[in-house]
């Protein structure tokens, strides 16, 4: 088994490059050296929550694992075979985001040499910072993954966690494929249809919701959308279904294309709540305003699973994220796939010729 050398401090320089190198290796069987970790952060180097996604998916694939400590800048992986009839579990033992563990353990899941379930139970931050939050992944994600490419992802969440505390529950399962995911052809967003979302509080006044929800939808409004068509609720968690205390606001716009956009933001003690939803809706908008058939934070997320399909897809988006740009470069530097991007004003399309893997 030949090995491959990834500089973590390419492009983006992130998380992102781990998980998406550590995804491919593992499905791919290929060795991989990940050196100059984390290079554009500071400080540079393995967080918990980057060590427990690591160990997450050696056990996933039998893999050997080395440098796996914290504030390691490098590491090697040697995977074996994947095996999902078991149910694994992954926690930082921090408000370090579920979402990014499951990131980078979902595409190992996808595929086995027998019909299976995979079940994961991954614990930490369900709504962080820098990081999609549940709602998003529920909402937007997971719909994506269903539509394009018949996949049936499902999520329980157990307990929200919020920072600085985490201690927050998801179970993730989801069955294996025997065949190639299919190419993607999105091209044609259509009009919005609707906007739904959810304001939430937890160990905060449920008046503080109210005012996220208020001050969104009057963003939404002012930038065309008919009121009749927004639905978000303001919801304030249950003592016994939360960890400590947060806000925040996630909204997902639906087009008459089928296509879902989103947008999110986080409370803070500094920041009024209406300044949370409106910051929201104008996340929403802006991914609206570029006429693109997915958001900028889907953008990103998707490459991975073009790279695996068989044939050739074809994303809509708007303006080209690093984020994006390094996914392709992860993306080609381990498969054989190819990308090739064309980008217009504030759109672009994105054309890969994936590897059919299965």
Request: hydrophobic share 40%; charged share 20%; net charge neutral.
């Amino acid at each position: 088994m030949s090995k491959h050398v990834i500089d973590g401090s390419m492009l983006e320089g992130g998380g992102q490059i781990l998980r998406n190198s550590i995804a491919l290796a593992a499905l791919l069987q290929k060795q991989v050296t990940i050196d100059n970790i984390r290079g554009s952060r500071k400080p540079p180097g393995l967080r918990a929550q980057h060590a427990a996604g690591l160990t997450l998916v050696a056990d996933i694939s039998s893999a050997t694992l080395t440098g796996c400590t914290i504030g390691s800048c490098a590491i090697d992986f040697n995977p074996g075979s994947i095996n999902v009839s078991n149910a694994y579990t992954a926690d930082p033992r921090t408000a370090g985001s579920t979402t990014l563990l499951l990131q980078i353990a979902l595409p190992c899941l996808l595929f086995s040499s027998t019909l299976s379930t995979s079940n994961l139970v991954l614990r930490g931050g369900t709504n962080a910072a820098n990081a999609p939050q549940i709602d998003y992944t529920e909402h937007v994600f997971f719909p994506f993954l269903r539509k394009q490419f018949q996949l049936d992802p499902k999520l329980d969440v157990r307990k929200r966690g919020y920072y600085p505390k985490g201690g927050g529950e998801i179970h993730f399962s989801m069955p294996t494929l025997q065949k190639p995911l299919p190419a993607v052809a999105l091209t044609e967003r259509g009009a919005v249809k609707s906007v739904s979302g959810k304001a939430y509080v937890a160990g905060l006044p449920h008046n503080l919701a109210e005012q996220m929800r208020t001050a969104a939808i009057a963003e939404l409004v002012s930038f065309g959308i008919d009121a009749s068509c927004i639905d978000i609720a303001a919801v304030r968690e249950k003592k016994e279904d939360a960890v400590g205390g947060g806000s925040g606001l996630v909204i997902w716009a639906e087009t008459e294309e089928g296509c879902i956009l989103g947008g999110s933001a986080l409370g803070s003690k500094n920041k009024d709540s209406s300044e949370v939803g409106r910051e929201a809706a104008a996340e929403v908008v802006r991914n609206l305003a570029h006429g693109g058939c997915v958001d900028e934070y889907l953008q990103d997320q998707i490459i991975l699973f073009l790279a695996l399909a068989e044939g050739i897809s074809i994303v809509k988006t708007g303006p080209v994220t690093l984020h994006t740009r390094t996914a392709i470069w992860v993306a080609e530097q381990l498969t054989q796939a190819k990308f090739d991007v064309v980008e217009d004003g504030l759109t672009a399309t994105i054309s890969c010729t994936g590897i059919g893997f299965h």
